[in-house]
C-alpha cells in the first residue's frame, strides 16, 4: 500500500486538536522553556545549562508527551480504529509523531535562544537534535502502547525516561565501575559528550562516535516500536 498524504494529514491534523485540548501535555512542553527562562537570569556559562534542558526537552516532550499522547489514543479506542483502518503503520506512526517532533525541535532551538547559546557547528547540532528526537519518539510511542491507561504511562515511563535524562548528569558521582560502563552506552551520554564541543565549534571528526552511537539506539528503537505496534494490532 502506498503512503497517503490524505490519510497523513488527517491524522496529523487530528493530533494538532488533541494537544490543543490536553493542558497536561501543554504544561510538559512549557517546563523545559520556563527553565530557560529562570536561568537564562542567572550568571556565568550557559552552555552546560543548554546542555540539561535539551535532555530535559528531549525526555519530558519528545518521549513523555508522545506516550501520552498514544495512550489518551487507546483509551478512547480511537488508536485502534486507526489501526484497522485503511491507514498503513507508517502513516500511523508518522501522523502521530510528526507534531511532538517539531514542537521538540523547536523547544530545543528556543532553548539555545533563550540562553544566548547559538553558535558553533548549528548544521551539526541540528543534527544531533534531529536524530535524538526521532529516537526518543520511537521510545516514546513504544512506552505509550506498552501502557494501558494514561495514568499507567508514569508507572512505564518515567524509570525508563529518568535514566535516560539523569544518568549523565549524575554519572560523575557513581563509584561503580560498572554502572559507569553502562552509562557510557546510552545515547543522552553521547548527545551530552558531543553538544559542548558542538557548541564550541568543534567538527564531525570529535563527534562521529557520538552520533553512530545514537543512531544505533534509533535503530534499536525502531525495532522496538514496529514490534510493539504489530503486537497491539493483533490483540
Not at 23 to 29: E, G
Not at 47 to 52: G, K, L, S
Not at 85 to 105: M, R, W
Request: a positive charge; hydrophobic letters at 55%; charged letters at 15%.
Amino acid at each position: 500500500m502506498t503512503f497517503s498524504m490524505r490519510r497523513f494529514s488527517a491524522i496529523f491534523r487530528k493530533e494538532i486538536k488533541d494537544i490543543k485540548a490536553n493542558a497536561s501535555v501543554l504544561v510538559m512542553a512549557a517546563m523545559p522553556l520556563i527553565f530557560s527562562f529562570v536561568y537564562q537570569q542567572m550568571d556565568g556559562p550557559k552552555e552546560q545549562i543548554a546542555n540539561m534542558l535539551t535532555l530535559m526537552a528531549l525526555t519530558m516532550v519528545g518521549s513523555f508527551v508522545q506516550a501520552a499522547l498514544i495512550a489518551e489514543e487507546k483509551e478512547k479506542h480511537t488508536l485502534r480504529v486507526m489501526m484497522l483502518s485503511p491507514a498503513t503503520s507508517l502513516e500511523v506512526l508518522l501522523g502521530k509523531s510528526t507534531l511532538t517532533a517539531l514542537i521538540t525541535f523547536v523547544i530545543c532551538i528556543s532553548n539555545f535562544a533563550i540562553l544566548g547559546v547559538i553558535k558553533g557547528n548549528m548544521v551539526l547540532i541540528v543534527l544531533f537534535l534531529l536524530v535524538s528526537i526521532f529516537f526518543f519518539l520511537m521510545l516514546g510511542t513504544a512506552i505509550g502502547l506498552i501502557a494501558k491507561t494514561t495514568a499507567s504511562t508514569s508507572v512505564v515511563g518515567m524509570p525508563i525516561l529518568f535514566v535516560f535524562l539523569l544518568a549523565p548528569m549524575l554519572g560523575g558521582f557513581i563509584k561503580s565501575e560498572f554502572v559507569k560502563k553502562a552509562i557510557d552506552f546510552l545515547p543522552t551520554k553521547h548527545l551530552a559528550d558531543a553538544m559542548p564541543k558542538l557548541l564550541a565549534g568543534k567538527g564531525f571528526s570529535t563527534v562521529s562516535g557520538d552520533l553512530i552511537n545514537i543512531i544505533i539506539w534509533c535503530v534499536l528503537s525502531i525495532i522496538l516500536c514496529i514490534v510493539v505496534y504489530k503486537k497491539k494490532q493483533m490483540d
